[in-house]
C-alpha cells in the first residue's frame, strides 16, 4: 500500500483503499488496495488491472520485469545477486538509456561545480560552466537548489561529451538513442547535442533522468531553449518538470500548482513552495491532467494576465473540464512571472495571496463568456453565442460534472443572459456516445412499460427481463473472464437496491468495526458489469443530489444519458421530486427495431436495454420480497438487502482467489486436473453438496 500510495491518493474504504487507477482514465475511484488477505495485492474493478508490487511498478512506470525488480531491491535495501543478463547482447534498452543519461548528467554536473572552485582550468569547457553560474546566480538560486534539481553546463566545443564517453567505454549508440548524441550528416561519426548551454535535467517520478533541457548562455545563440527529443523514457506530453521532487508534498496537500518554465519551479520551491510544478515548453494535454488527477484534488494554473494568457487558460480548462478535479485559475499581480515575483521582498506574500485568490475553472469560463456575450448587439446574436456556450459544454463533459456544480454554472447562465435556469438545461445538446456494432436484444419476455412506473404490478405483467448480461451495445464490455456467479451476484445486490433505494444511505458494519453508507461499501466502480455499473452509479447520484430515486427518474437519466446518468431529468433532480408529486409519468418505450424507417440509434439501443435491465432487475426484488412462491423469496426487503449483500461478499471473494490463483499459476494443468476442476465450478454453482461433487469426480 506504501508504494502505490506514493503514486495514488488512497481513501481508506472498509479494511481496503481505494483511488483512481492510473492504468485508464478513470473518474471515480475503482482501484482497491487489498492487504489483510494475507497477500497484498491491487485490482481495478474497472479495467480489470491486478497484481502485485512488482506488476504495479513493470505497468505504471513502463519497466521490464528485471528493471521492476531491482528499483523495488534498491527501495528495501535489499542486495539482488545476477546470474546471467537476459538481454541480447548490444541490445539498446530502458536501462541503457537510463545508464547513458546518468552519465551525460554527472559530466554536465561536474562541469557546473567546477566552475566554482579555483582549479576551474581554462578553455571553453571552462567557460562554460562560469556563463552557467553566472546565470543561476543571476536568478539567485542557491547550491542547495542546484544540487537538488541536478543543474549543470554543457561545453561550448562539439565533442565535450563525446570525448568523455569515448574514454569511459561507453556505447556511442545509447547516447544517440537517447538524444544526447546526434549523427554527422555527411561522414561518419557524431557530435554533442547540447553545447554552451546551462543543463536542466528532466527526471521521472522515481528522480532518474529521462531527457534535458538546455538554456542558451551566449545571447546570440539560438533556440532559446533546447529539449531532447523524445524517446522510449520520454514524452514531452506526460512528464511535467520537479514532479519527482513536488510529488510528496502534493500528495499531502492534495494540491498542485502548474507554471511554466524550469526556473519559475525551482523559485517556487526555493522558497518552500514546493508542490509546484511545469509543463515542458507544451500545451497542457489530457496526459497531463491524468498524471495530476491521481495524485490531487485541486490544479492550481498559473497563467499570464494577457490575451495569450487568457486563451491557454481556456485549453486548459478544457483538457480539465470532466476530470473529477477542482481546477482553478491564478494570473499573477502586475505581470509578474513567479521567478520575477518570488524575488522581491514581498514575493511569496503576494504569491499566496494571488494563489487563495484563484478563480475556479467553471466561473473563468463563464466571466469569459459574459465578455463574449455582452458584446453581441443584436438578440440573434446572443442566442447564437448562448446556444455555441452550450454546445461546447456539452462537447466538455458537462453531463458528468457534480450536480451542485453544473447547477451553479446554470445559475450564473441565468443571471447573465436574463434565461430561466430550466430553458437554459433544456436546451444543453445531450452527448453521445460513441457508436458500437449492433447487436439485437436478448431474447426475453419484456414487454416495456404497462401503467404506472411505481407500480409493481405493472412489472409483473412487463415479465422477467433479461436472464444473461447486456452486451455488445454501447457500454464498455464486460471483462472477459466474468464469471456468472458473480454476474448473479451483482444483479442479486442490484435488484435488492432498486427496490429499496433509501438503503443507499444506511449505515454498515464493516470488519473492522467501521461504518460506511451502503453506497459508500458497495460503490458502483466496484462493479465489474458496465450495466451494473451505470445503473447503480445513476442511482447514487441521486441520492447524493438529494434528488428523487423512484424507478421512474432513475429510468428517466439511463434513458437521457447511457452513461452519463442524472444528465437528462435534471429538473426533478433538482427539485427532488417525490411520490406526493404530480408527474408527466414514464416516457414512451423507445422502438427496439434497428435501423430501417425507425431509425433507432444506437444511443437509444443502448438506453433502452439498460432502462429494461433496471424495470426486470427491480420486479426481481419485488418478487423475491412479495411473492412467497418465488424460489429464494420470502423476509424484508431488509433481510433480502443483507442476503445479498453476504452472497456478493462471497462472490468477490472467490472471483479475486481465482485470479490470485491463475495467475500464479506458471505451469500447464495436466488435461485431468483441468476437467477435475471444470466439474467442481460446475457443480458449486448448481449448489451440490460435498457428496455430489465427490460422487462425480468419481465418474
Given at each position: 500500500?506504501?508504494?502505490?500510495?506514493?503514486?495514488?491518493?488512497?481513501?481508506?474504504?472498509?479494511?481496503?483503499?481505494?483511488?483512481?487507477?492510473?492504468?485508464?482514465?478513470?473518474?471515480?475511484?475503482?482501484?482497491?488496495?487489498?492487504?489483510?488477505?494475507?497477500?497484498?495485492?491491487?485490482?481495478?474493478?474497472?479495467?480489470?488491472?491486478?497484481?502485485?508490487?512488482?506488476?504495479?511498478?513493470?505497468g505504471y512506470h513502463h519497466m521490464e520485469f528485471g528493471e521492476a525488480l531491482r528499483h523495488l531491491a534498491e527501495r528495501a535495501g535489499?542486495?539482488?545477486?545476477?546470474?546471467?543478463?537476459?538481454?541480447?547482447?548490444?541490445?539498446?534498452?530502458?536501462?541503457?538509456?537510463?545508464?547513458?543519461?546518468?552519465?551525460?548528467?554527472?559530466?554536465?554536473?561536474?562541469?557546473?561545480?567546477?566552475?566554482?572552485?579555483?582549479?576551474?582550468?581554462?578553455?571553453?569547457?571552462?567557460?562554460?560552466?562560469?556563463?552557467?553560474?553566472?546565470?543561476?546566480?543571476?536568478?539567485?538560486?542557491?547550491?542547495?537548489?542546484?544540487?537538488?534539481?541536478?543543474?549543470?553546463?554543457?561545453?561550448?566545443?562539439?565533442?565535450?561529451?563525446?570525448?568523455?564517453?569515448?574514454?569511459?567505454?561507453?556505447?556511442?549508440?545509447?547516447?544517440?538513442?537517447?538524444?544526447?548524441?546526434?549523427?554527422?550528416?555527411?561522414?561518419?561519426?557524431?557530435?554533442?547535442?547540447?553545447?554552451?548551454?546551462?543543463?536542466?535535467?528532466?527526471?521521472?517520478?522515481?528522480?532518474?533522468?529521462?531527457?534535458?533541457?538546455?538554456?542558451?548562455?551566449?545571447?546570440?545563440?539560438?533556440?532559446?531553449?533546447?529539449?531532447?527529443?523524445?524517446?522510449?523514457?520520454?514524452?514531452?506530453?506526460?512528464?511535467?518538470?520537479?514532479?519527482?521532487?513536488?510529488?510528496?508534498?502534493?500528495?499531502?496537500?492534495?494540491?498542485?500548482?502548474?507554471?511554466?518554465?524550469?526556473?519559475?519551479?525551482?523559485?517556487?520551491?526555493?522558497?518552500?513552495?514546493?508542490?509546484?510544478?511545469?509543463?515542458?515548453?507544451?500545451?497542457?494535454?489530457?496526459?497531463?491532467?491524468?498524471?495530476?488527477?491521481?495524485?490531487?484534488?485541486?490544479?492550481?494554473?498559473?497563467?499570464?494576465?494577457?490575451?495569450?494568457?487568457?486563451?491557454?487558460?481556456?485549453?486548459?480548462?478544457?483538457?480539465?473540464?470532466?476530470?473529477?478535479?477542482?481546477?482553478?485559475?491564478?494570473?499573477?499581480?502586475?505581470?509578474?512571472?513567479?521567478?520575477?515575483?518570488?524575488?522581491?521582498?514581498?514575493?511569496?506574500?503576494?504569491?499566496?495571496?494571488?494563489?487563495?485568490?484563484?478563480?475556479?475553472?467553471?466561473?473563468?469560463?463563464?466571466?469569459?463568456?459574459?465578455?463574449?456575450?455582452?458584446?453581441?448587439?443584436?438578440?440573434?446574436?446572443?442566442?447564437?453565442?448562448?446556444?455555441?456556450?452550450?454546445?461546447?459544454?456539452?462537447?466538455?463533459?458537462?453531463?458528468?460534472?457534480?450536480?451542485?456544480?453544473?447547477?451553479?454554472?446554470?445559475?450564473?447562465?441565468?443571471?447573465?443572459?436574463?434565461?430561466?435556469?430550466h430553458e437554459i438545461e433544456r436546451s444543453l445538446p445531450h452527448e453521445t456516445i460513441p457508436k458500437a456494432p449492433r447487436r439485437a436484444?436478448?431474447?426475453?419476455?419484456?414487454?416495456?412499460?404497462?401503467?404506472?412506473?411505481?407500480?409493481?404490478?405493472?412489472?409483473?405483467?412487463?415479465?422477467?427481463?433479461?436472464?444473461?448480461?447486456?452486451?455488445?451495445?454501447?457500454?464498455?464490455?464486460?471483462?472477459?473472464?466474468?464469471?456468472?456467479?458473480?454476474?448473479?451476484?451483482?444483479?442479486?445486490?442490484?435488484?435488492?437496491?432498486?427496490?429499496?433505494?433509501?438503503?443507499?444511505?444506511?449505515?454498515?458494519?464493516?470488519?473492522?468495526?467501521?461504518?460506511?453508507?451502503?453506497?459508500?461499501?458497495?460503490?458502483?466502480?466496484?462493479?465489474?458489469?458496465?450495466?451494473?455499473?451505470?445503473?447503480?452509479?445513476?442511482?447514487?447520484?441521486?441520492?447524493?443530489?438529494?434528488?428523487?430515486?423512484?424507478?421512474?427518474?432513475?429510468?428517466?437519466?439511463?434513458?437521457?444519458?447511457?452513461?452519463?446518468?442524472?444528465?437528462?431529468?435534471?429538473?426533478?433532480?433538482?427539485?427532488?421530486?417525490?411520490?406526493?408529486?404530480?408527474?408527466?409519468?414514464?416516457?414512451?418505450?423507445?422502438?427496439?427495431?434497428?435501423?430501417?424507417?425507425?431509425?433507432?440509434?444506437?444511443?437509444?439501443?443502448?438506453?433502452?436495454?439498460?432502462?429494461?435491465?433496471?424495470?426486470?432487475?427491480?420486479?426481481?426484488?419485488?418478487?423475491?420480497?412479495?411473492?412467497?412462491?418465488?424460489?429464494?423469496?420470502?423476509?424484508?426487503?431488509?433481510?433480502?438487502?443483507?442476503?445479498?449483500?453476504?452472497?456478493?461478499?462471497?462472490?468477490?471473494?472467490?472471483?479475486?482467489?481465482?485470479?490470485?490463483?491463475?495467475?500464479?499459476?506458471?505451469?500447464?494443468?495436466?488435461?485431468?486436473?483441468?476437467?477435475?476442476?471444470?466439474?467442481?465450478?460446475?457443480?458449486?454453482?448448481?449448489?451440490?453438496?460435498?457428496?455430489?461433487?465427490?460422487?462425480?469426480v468419481r465418474s
Amino acid at each position: 500500500m506504501a508504494l502505490i500510495g506514493e503514486h495514488v491518493v488512497l481513501k481508506r474504504q472498509g479494511r481496503e483503499h481505494v483511488g483512481l487507477c492510473p492504468f485508464h482514465d478513470d473518474r471515480s475511484p475503482s482501484m482497491h488496495v487489498v492487504t489483510h488477505k494475507g497477500t497484498s495485492f491491487y485490482k481495478c474493478f474497472a479495467c480489470g488491472t491486478g497484481g502485485n508490487a512488482i506488476d504495479f511498478v513493470m505497468g505504471y512506470h513502463h519497466m521490464e520485469f528485471g528493471e521492476a525488480l531491482r528499483h523495488l531491491a534498491e527501495r528495501a535495501g535489499i542486495q539482488l545477486s545476477h546470474t546471467g543478463r537476459s538481454r541480447a547482447p548490444g541490445e539498446i534498452g530502458r536501462a541503457e538509456l537510463l545508464e547513458a543519461n546518468l552519465l551525460a548528467m554527472r559530466y554536465f554536473r561536474k562541469l557546473l561545480t567546477n566552475a566554482k572552485t579555483s582549479d576551474a582550468g581554462a578553455g571553453r569547457a571552462a567557460s562554460a560552466g562560469v556563463g552557467a553560474a553566472r546565470i543561476i546566480a543571476e536568478r539567485r538560486i542557491t547550491d542547495a537548489m542546484s544540487e537538488a534539481f541536478g543543474l549543470g553546463a554543457a561545453a561550448d566545443r562539439w565533442d565535450g561529451l563525446l570525448e568523455t564517453i569515448r574514454a569511459r567505454g561507453g556505447d556511442e549508440r545509447a547516447f544517440l538513442a537517447a538524444g544526447l548524441l546526434r549523427s554527422r550528416q555527411e561522414g561518419n561519426g557524431s557530435y554533442d547535442t547540447f553545447r554552451n548551454r546551462l543543463i536542466f535535467p528532466i527526471c521521472d517520478e522515481l528522480g532518474k533522468p529521462i531527457a534535458f533541457g538546455g538554456r542558451k548562455i551566449n545571447p546570440e545563440d539560438e533556440p532559446k531553449y533546447v529539449n531532447s527529443p523524445e524517446s522510449p523514457l520520454f514524452s514531452k506530453s506526460r512528464i511535467l518538470y520537479g514532479l519527482h521532487l513536488a510529488k510528496q508534498a502534493i500528495l499531502a496537500r492534495r494540491t498542485v500548482v502548474v507554471t511554466e518554465g524550469y526556473t519559475d519551479v525551482i523559485a517556487c520551491h526555493q522558497a518552500g513552495l514546493d508542490n509546484v510544478v511545469a509543463t515542458l515548453g507544451t500545451a497542457l494535454t489530457r496526459d497531463h491532467a491524468r498524471v495530476l488527477k491521481r495524485l490531487c484534488e485541486t490544479v492550481i494554473l498559473l497563467f499570464d494576465g494577457d490575451e495569450a494568457g487568457m486563451k491557454a487558460a481556456d485549453r486548459a480548462v478544457e483538457v480539465f473540464f470532466a476530470e473529477p478535479i477542482d481546477v482553478r485559475i491564478c494570473t499573477l499581480p502586475d505581470g509578474l512571472d513567479p521567478d520575477d515575483l518570488l524575488r522581491q521582498p514581498d514575493g511569496r506574500a503576494r504569491f499566496e495571496s494571488a494563489l487563495a485568490q484563484s478563480e475556479d475553472a467553471l466561473t473563468h469560463m463563464v466571466r469569459r463568456f459574459a465578455l463574449q456575450f455582452s458584446g453581441a448587439q443584436s438578440l440573434s446574436g446572443r442566442q447564437q453565442r448562448l446556444e455555441a456556450m452550450l454546445s461546447h459544454l456539452a462537447s466538455l463533459g458537462f453531463a458528468s460534472v457534480g450536480g451542485v456544480r453544473k447547477r451553479l454554472v446554470l445559475s450564473a447562465l441565468s443571471d447573465l443572459t436574463g434565461v430561466p435556469m430550466h430553458e437554459i438545461e433544456r436546451s444543453l445538446p445531450h452527448e453521445t456516445i460513441p457508436k458500437a456494432p449492433r447487436r439485437a436484444l436478448a431474447d426475453d419476455a419484456s414487454g416495456g412499460w404497462a401503467g404506472d412506473a411505481t407500480d409493481p404490478a405493472a412489472f409483473q405483467r412487463a415479465g422477467a427481463g433479461f436472464a444473461e448480461p447486456v452486451r455488445g451495445n454501447d457500454l464498455d464490455p464486460p471483462p472477459a473472464d466474468l464469471p456468472p456467479y458473480l454476474v448473479e451476484a451483482e444483479r442479486s445486490f442490484l435488484a435488492a437496491v432498486l427496490r429499496q433505494p433509501e438503503s443507499l444511505s444506511l449505515p454498515v458494519l464493516i470488519e473492522d468495526g467501521e461504518r460506511l453508507s451502503l453506497g459508500e461499501a458497495f460503490p458502483a466502480s466496484s462493479f465489474l458489469h458496465p450495466a451494473h455499473r451505470a445503473i447503480l452509479d445513476v442511482l447514487i447520484t441521486r441520492q447524493e443530489m438529494g434528488a428523487s430515486v423512484e424507478l421512474q427518474y432513475v429510468l428517466d437519466d439511463l434513458r437521457r444519458g447511457g452513461r452519463q446518468p442524472g444528465s437528462g431529468n435534471a429538473q426533478d433532480a433538482a427539485r427532488g421530486a417525490g411520490p406526493g408529486e404530480t408527474t408527466a409519468g414514464p416516457p414512451d418505450r423507445v422502438p427496439v427495431e434497428t435501423g430501417g424507417p425507425f431509425g433507432t440509434s444506437e444511443t437509444e439501443l443502448a438506453s433502452t436495454m439498460l432502462c429494461d435491465l433496471a424495470s426486470s432487475l427491480f420486479l426481481k426484488g419485488h418478487r423475491r420480497i412479495e411473492t412467497p412462491s418465488v424460489a429464494g423469496s420470502g423476509g424484508s426487503a431488509t433481510d433480502l438487502l443483507a442476503q445479498c449483500r453476504a452472497d456478493l461478499d462471497a462472490a468477490r471473494a472467490r472471483y479475486l482467489c481465482r485470479r490470485q490463483m491463475a495467475g500464479a499459476r506458471q505451469t500447464t494443468i495436466p488435461d485431468e486436473l483441468s476437467s477435475v476442476i471444470q466439474s467442481l465450478d460446475a457443480l458449486r454453482q448448481r449448489g451440490n453438496d460435498p457428496a455430489a461433487i465427490a460422487r462425480s469426480v468419481r465418474s
